[in-house]
């Protein structure tokens, strides 16, 4: 009888947890049992790790072995365990090292031949390890640029089981190593940031667009289609300053787990533009089992743009309320909860109604008036309380094209924008946020933070005749700091309150 032990890490959401991998070897009817709520192709793993294991010339007896994935309570799932399975049933078959490997964690598929294949979600799992007091960890060799970016960790990179179980002893000669891809990556990941010179005209929504960038407002543009709403929409990525380390980790994690981590810390915001048929499901996370990240998680300290935003399904819209206001996303399974962090920047963009033309006179336009009230009620009023900044984007005309010319370019707008944030950070240096958009309603109202009695009393006159709500309030009062802010003010006053409200109402005079 043999018993032997060593690690893994189940994730769920983006969150790991340390699993202790044990195996038990006994004389009995052969047959490999594999205990603790695994997954369906966590089970499989039986098959696997029984054919690398003879395919490594390791030895594999004819006895009953029970391997219990503890605790056992927790779910877990994928084939990220195969290789703690099989380093502990070798233990438990009298591996040399068996008391070494039993403080080390192991993370990788394995092929029928022994080789050993990379995994998902292989940052967060060793930056779990290492929280938890086990830096030492083995990952597949294509994951190992992955696993380095962690601080603190102690990684080694192997290609094939043999090579590990001849590190812990086995008299065993490994094959020539067979450097394997790492995970696809969907097309698409990778995207190069426009510059917002290209935008003709349309200097409302450039600076709309500035005030979003500088603050992480959402916003809400509508116009007619060719206005530039979505040119503007993807430059928004371009305006933003580098993620600082522990934001970049984090992205990094999600996209990991995610399965769309294409080397490297995630240094720049992430850019996702759902398709308007996309399911609740690909937008805020879900899947069988334990749900995966969506787009939503996905663009976390990003931009999340959806286009054509009246086309989504009012259901998808509308679950997108939780992560705008709480910066996070709960998604619950029938086997448990993931929870992924979902502090983005929302971008809608949408036509004035179905034909596009009810914009301006709007004398081309072949719609009913029914059917424009209809079109841009499919975003429900909760929702649109929760974007800050709300404009119109008219049609660029020839003279306003004429006029406006080249704008100003990403760089020169994304300098104002740092120095914006600059004074956000050393103003909320002692507190849990980041940006002015983060910031809660009972902080900004507060007398001490500089909010003038004329300014105030224009807020509250908006509030008593029902043109804000006292979250639409709130909002106006973050867009205020940020005016501030590129304005290089120590706290908003009557001029920007005003400008921050024409920004939230839309149709309104622009301050």
């Given at each position: ?19 202790q ?10 047959a ?27 030895p594999?007896?004819?006895?009953r ?9 927790l ?19 009298g ?15 394995l ?11 292989v ?5 779990a390890?290492?929280?938890?007091g ?14 380095r ?6 990684v ?59 603050g ?11 206005a ?7 430059r ?44 609740a ?10 749900p ?14 959806l286009d ?11 679950t997108?309320r939780?992560?705008l ?28 109604c ?54 100003e370019?990403?760089?020169?707008v ?7 944030r ?24 507060a ?13 509250e006159?908006?509030?008593d ?40 109402i ?6």
């Amino acid at each position: 009888m043999g018993l032997a032990r060593t690690w893994s890490v189940a994730l769920v959401g983006v969150e790991g947890h340390l699993v202790q991998v044990e195996a038990h070897a006994a004389s009995g009817l052969p047959a490999l049992t594999l205990v603790g709520l695994p997954d369906a192709s966590l089970s499989e793993a039986k098959e696997r790790v029984r054919a690398a294991v003879t395919s490594s010339s390791l030895p594999w007896d004819a006895r009953r072995r029970t391997v219990n994935l503890s605790p056992a309570s927790l779910p877990k799932a994928g084939s990220a365990f195969d290789l703690a399975i099989a380093v502990a049933c070798l233990g438990a078959e009298g591996l040399p090292g068996a008391e070494r490997a039993g403080g080390v964690v192991h993370l990788g598929e394995l092929g029928l031949d022994g080789r050993v294949h990379p995994v998902r979600g292989v940052l967060p799992a060793v930056a779990a390890a290492v929280a938890a007091g086990r830096p030492h960890v083995v990952v597949p060799a294509a994951n190992l640029a992955e696993a380095r970016l962690v601080p603190g960790a102690h990684v080694r990179g192997v290609h094939h089981l043999a090579e590990l179980a001849r590190e812990y002893g086995a008299d065993v000669t490994p094959p020539p190593a067979e450097e394997l891809p790492g995970p696809p990556v969907p097309a698409g990941r990778a995207r190069e940031e426009r510059d917002l010179a290209d935008v003709v005209g349309q200097d409302d929504a450039r600076f709309a667009l500035e005030v979003a960038a500088a603050g992480g407002h959402h916003l809400f543009m509508v116009g007619p289609p060719g206005a530039g709403k979505s040119m503007l929409a993807a430059r928004l990525p371009g305006l933003l300053p580098d993620l600082e380390d522990a934001d970049a980790l984090e992205v990094t994690a999600i996209h990991s787990v995610a399965g769309t981590f294409d080397g490297g810390l995630v240094r720049r915001p992430p850019f996702e533009e759902p398709h308007h048929t996309a399911t609740a499901q690909a937008i805020v996370g879900g899947g069988s089992g334990v749900p995966r990240p969506g787009a939503a998680s996905r663009a976390h300290r990003g931009v999340l743009l959806l286009d054509e935003a009246p086309e989504f399904p009012r259901r998808v819209l509308d679950t997108l309320r939780q992560p705008l206001e709480r910066g996070e996303l709960v998604v619950h399974r029938a086997r448990g909860a993931a929870r992924y962090p979902a502090r983005f920047q929302l971008v809608l963009a949408a036509n004035p109604c179905p034909c596009g033309k009810a914009s301006g006179t709007g004398l081309t336009c072949t719609c009913t008036p029914l059917e424009r009230r209809r079109y841009l009620a499919r975003l429900s009023g909760p929702l649109l309380d929760r974007v800050d900044l709300q404009i119109d984007v008219p049609s660029v005309t020839r003279a306003a094209a004429a006029l406006g010319g080249r704008g100003e370019s990403s760089a020169v707008v994304a300098a104002r924008v740092a120095r914006a944030r600059a004074a956000q950070r050393e103003r909320l240096a002692h507190t849990p946020w980041q940006t002015n958009s983060e910031v809660p309603g009972a902080w900004l109202r507060a007398a001490e933070h500089g909010l003038g009695p004329a300014a105030r009393a224009v807020l509250e006159r908006a509030l008593d005749t029902g043109t804000l709500s006292l979250r639409g309030m709130d909002r106006v009062l973050r867009t205020a700091w940020t005016l501030a802010d590129l304005s290089g003010r120590p706290h908003p006053g009557l001029d920007e309150v005003g400008a921050a409200m024409s920004l939230r109402i839309r149709g309104g005079p622009r301050g």
